[in-house]
Protein backbone atom coordinates (compact mmCIF):
# COMPACT_ATOMS: atom_id res chain seq x y z
CA UNK A 1 0.00 0.00 0.00
CA UNK A 2 1.63 3.51 -0.97
CA UNK A 3 1.62 6.10 1.11
CA UNK A 4 -0.80 9.08 0.69
CA UNK A 5 0.80 11.96 -1.05
CA UNK A 6 1.05 15.03 1.30
CA UNK A 7 -1.61 17.67 1.06
CA UNK A 8 -0.66 20.67 -1.45
CA UNK A 9 -1.78 23.23 1.37
CA UNK A 10 0.90 22.04 3.35
CA UNK A 11 3.81 21.94 1.00
CA UNK A 12 2.34 25.69 0.34
CA UNK A 13 2.75 26.29 3.92
CA UNK A 14 6.52 24.53 4.45
CA UNK A 15 7.39 26.57 1.58
CA UNK A 16 6.21 30.20 3.04
CA UNK A 17 7.99 29.37 6.34
CA UNK A 18 11.11 28.98 4.89
CA UNK A 19 10.60 32.06 3.11
CA UNK A 20 9.60 34.35 5.86
CA UNK A 21 12.62 32.94 7.95
CA UNK A 22 14.20 36.31 6.89
CA UNK A 23 11.99 38.74 8.26
CA UNK A 24 11.28 36.60 10.71
CA UNK A 25 15.03 37.33 12.31
CA UNK A 26 14.52 40.89 11.07
CA UNK A 27 11.04 41.23 13.15
CA UNK A 28 12.99 39.23 16.33
CA UNK A 29 15.86 41.67 16.00
CA UNK A 30 13.25 44.48 16.64
CA UNK A 31 11.19 42.63 19.30
CA UNK A 32 14.78 41.89 21.03
CA UNK A 33 15.88 45.74 21.46
CA UNK A 34 13.19 46.86 23.81
CA UNK A 35 14.06 43.74 25.60
CA UNK A 36 17.52 44.75 26.43
CA UNK A 37 16.18 48.43 27.89
CA UNK A 38 14.01 46.55 30.14
CA UNK A 39 17.21 44.43 31.21
CA UNK A 40 19.38 47.39 31.85
CA UNK A 41 15.98 49.61 33.81
CA UNK A 42 17.90 48.60 37.16
CA UNK A 43 21.19 49.27 36.17
CA UNK A 44 21.93 45.57 36.74
CA UNK A 45 21.94 43.42 33.81
CA UNK A 46 21.28 39.33 33.44
CA UNK A 47 22.82 36.85 31.42
CA UNK A 48 19.51 37.50 29.65
CA UNK A 49 21.07 40.69 27.82
CA UNK A 50 23.62 38.81 26.46
CA UNK A 51 21.84 36.03 25.30
CA UNK A 52 19.15 38.42 23.41
CA UNK A 53 21.96 41.12 22.10
CA UNK A 54 24.28 37.87 21.02
CA UNK A 55 20.81 35.92 19.27
CA UNK A 56 19.99 39.78 17.64
CA UNK A 57 23.59 39.92 16.48
CA UNK A 58 23.37 36.64 14.80
CA UNK A 59 19.91 37.59 13.08
CA UNK A 60 22.14 40.34 11.18
CA UNK A 61 24.21 38.31 10.17
CA UNK A 62 22.21 35.71 8.78
CA UNK A 63 19.04 37.25 7.64
CA UNK A 64 20.60 38.71 4.46
CA UNK A 65 22.40 35.43 3.32
CA UNK A 66 19.47 33.91 3.76
CA UNK A 67 17.47 36.16 2.18
CA UNK A 68 19.49 36.24 -0.97
CA UNK A 69 19.55 32.25 -0.66
CA UNK A 70 15.84 31.80 -0.92
CA UNK A 71 15.27 34.88 -3.86
CA UNK A 72 13.52 37.47 -1.13
CA UNK A 73 16.47 39.84 -0.44
CA UNK A 74 13.48 42.77 -1.36
CA UNK A 75 13.35 46.01 -0.90
CA UNK A 76 11.14 46.27 1.89
CA UNK A 77 13.21 43.59 3.45
CA UNK A 78 16.48 44.91 3.18
CA UNK A 79 14.93 48.74 4.49
CA UNK A 80 13.10 46.66 7.28
CA UNK A 81 16.88 45.02 8.23
CA UNK A 82 18.22 49.02 8.25
CA UNK A 83 15.65 50.03 10.74
CA UNK A 84 15.72 46.56 12.80
CA UNK A 85 19.82 47.72 13.19
CA UNK A 86 18.78 51.27 14.27
CA UNK A 87 16.45 49.73 16.48
CA UNK A 88 18.80 47.29 18.43
CA UNK A 89 21.68 49.93 18.99
CA UNK A 90 19.50 52.41 19.87
CA UNK A 91 18.59 50.01 22.66
CA UNK A 92 21.78 49.84 23.03
CA UNK A 93 22.58 53.20 23.64
CA UNK A 94 19.79 53.65 25.94
CA UNK A 95 21.23 50.53 28.01
CA UNK A 96 24.52 51.90 28.07
CA UNK A 97 23.19 55.16 29.58
CA UNK A 98 21.34 53.29 32.27
CA UNK A 99 24.30 50.96 33.31
CA UNK A 100 27.36 52.98 32.13
CA UNK A 101 26.20 56.56 31.70
CA UNK A 102 30.00 58.05 33.04
CA UNK A 103 31.31 56.09 29.58
CA UNK A 104 29.07 57.87 27.41
CA UNK A 105 29.55 61.22 28.85
CA UNK A 106 33.18 60.57 28.55
CA UNK A 107 33.04 59.71 24.99
CA UNK A 108 30.52 62.39 24.42
CA UNK A 109 31.80 64.20 21.55
CA UNK A 110 33.00 61.23 19.34
CA UNK A 111 29.46 59.45 19.84
CA UNK A 112 27.66 62.67 18.88
CA UNK A 113 29.76 62.94 15.61
CA UNK A 114 29.14 59.73 14.99
CA UNK A 115 24.79 60.12 15.05
CA UNK A 116 25.21 63.63 13.34
CA UNK A 117 27.15 62.07 10.11
CA UNK A 118 24.22 59.17 10.57
CA UNK A 119 21.03 61.82 10.86
CA UNK A 120 23.72 63.45 7.32
CA UNK A 121 23.36 60.44 5.57
CA UNK A 122 19.47 59.98 6.62
CA UNK A 123 18.56 63.50 5.73
CA UNK A 124 20.66 63.61 2.47
CA UNK A 125 19.25 60.29 0.97
CA UNK A 126 15.39 61.08 2.05
CA UNK A 127 15.99 64.37 0.30
CA UNK A 128 17.95 62.68 -2.72
CA UNK A 129 15.15 59.68 -3.12
CA UNK A 130 12.43 60.44 -1.09
CA UNK A 131 13.83 56.64 0.57
CA UNK A 132 16.31 56.31 3.71
CA UNK A 133 19.51 54.43 2.74
CA UNK A 134 19.90 50.35 3.00
CA UNK A 135 23.44 49.64 1.12
CA UNK A 136 24.47 46.95 3.63
CA UNK A 137 28.22 47.65 2.49
CA UNK A 138 31.65 45.99 3.42
CA UNK A 139 32.29 48.93 5.52
CA UNK A 140 28.76 48.65 7.90
CA UNK A 141 29.52 45.26 8.12
CA UNK A 142 32.82 45.56 9.64
CA UNK A 143 30.87 48.29 11.99
CA UNK A 144 28.70 45.85 13.19
CA UNK A 145 31.29 43.41 14.20
CA UNK A 146 33.06 46.95 16.13
CA UNK A 147 29.93 47.82 17.70
CA UNK A 148 29.69 43.67 18.48
CA UNK A 149 33.00 43.74 20.14
CA UNK A 150 32.53 47.07 21.87
CA UNK A 151 29.38 46.29 23.24
CA UNK A 152 30.18 42.84 24.90
CA UNK A 153 33.38 45.16 26.10
CA UNK A 154 31.58 47.62 27.81
CA UNK A 155 29.11 45.56 29.15
CA UNK A 156 31.24 42.50 29.97
CA UNK A 157 33.98 43.98 31.64
CA UNK A 158 32.84 47.55 31.87
CA UNK A 159 35.60 48.73 29.11
CA UNK A 160 35.35 51.17 26.66
CA UNK A 161 38.86 51.74 25.19
CA UNK A 162 40.05 50.46 21.83
CA UNK A 163 37.00 48.40 21.48
CA UNK A 164 34.69 51.97 21.81
CA UNK A 165 37.30 53.69 19.55
CA UNK A 166 37.21 51.17 16.69
CA UNK A 167 33.76 51.46 17.10
CA UNK A 168 33.38 55.15 16.38
CA UNK A 169 36.19 54.96 13.77
CA UNK A 170 34.49 52.57 11.47
CA UNK A 171 30.76 55.02 12.09
CA UNK A 172 32.57 57.69 10.69
CA UNK A 173 34.40 56.07 7.80
CA UNK A 174 30.86 53.72 6.86
CA UNK A 175 28.84 57.15 7.28
CA UNK A 176 30.67 59.19 5.08
CA UNK A 177 30.93 56.48 2.18
CA UNK A 178 27.47 56.26 2.20
CA UNK A 179 26.95 60.11 1.84
CA UNK A 180 29.49 59.70 -1.01
CA UNK A 181 27.66 56.96 -2.50
CA UNK A 182 24.09 58.67 -2.31
CA UNK A 183 25.46 61.36 -3.94
CA UNK A 184 26.84 59.16 -6.75
CA UNK A 185 23.61 57.20 -7.45
CA UNK A 186 21.29 58.19 -9.82
CA UNK A 187 18.39 56.41 -8.92
CA UNK A 188 17.74 54.47 -4.97
CA UNK A 189 19.61 51.39 -4.85
CA UNK A 190 19.86 48.44 -2.15
CA UNK A 191 22.62 45.94 -1.15
CA UNK A 192 25.53 48.56 -2.67
CA UNK A 193 28.56 47.17 -0.90
CA UNK A 194 30.74 50.09 -1.79
CA UNK A 195 31.46 53.51 -3.48
CA UNK A 196 33.26 51.12 -6.44
CA UNK A 197 29.93 49.38 -6.50
CA UNK A 198 27.82 52.83 -6.79
CA UNK A 199 30.05 54.25 -9.61
CA UNK A 200 29.60 50.85 -11.56
CA UNK A 201 25.64 51.35 -11.12
CA UNK A 202 25.48 55.01 -12.10
CA UNK A 203 27.54 54.26 -15.42
CA UNK A 204 25.20 51.62 -16.08
CA UNK A 205 22.54 53.90 -15.47
CA UNK A 206 23.87 56.51 -17.33
CA UNK A 207 24.64 54.00 -20.71
CA UNK A 208 21.23 53.03 -20.81
CA UNK A 209 20.01 56.50 -21.00
CA UNK A 210 22.16 56.93 -23.61
Known sequence: MQPSPQPASLSLVQRFS????PLALVVMRLLIAPCLVWDALDRNLTVWFFI?????FLSDIFDGMIA?????????????????DVALYSGIAVSAWLVHPQVLINFRVPLLSVMAVQVLLFTVSWLKFGKTPSYHTYTAKIWGL??????????????????????????????????????????????????IHALKIRRDRLAEIS
Open 18 to 21: VKSL
Open 68 to 84: RRLGVSTMQLRQADSWA
Open 146 to 195: TLFAATIALFGSNYAGLALWSAIALGLINSLEEIIMTLILPTWAHDVLSI
Open 52 to 56: GFIAA
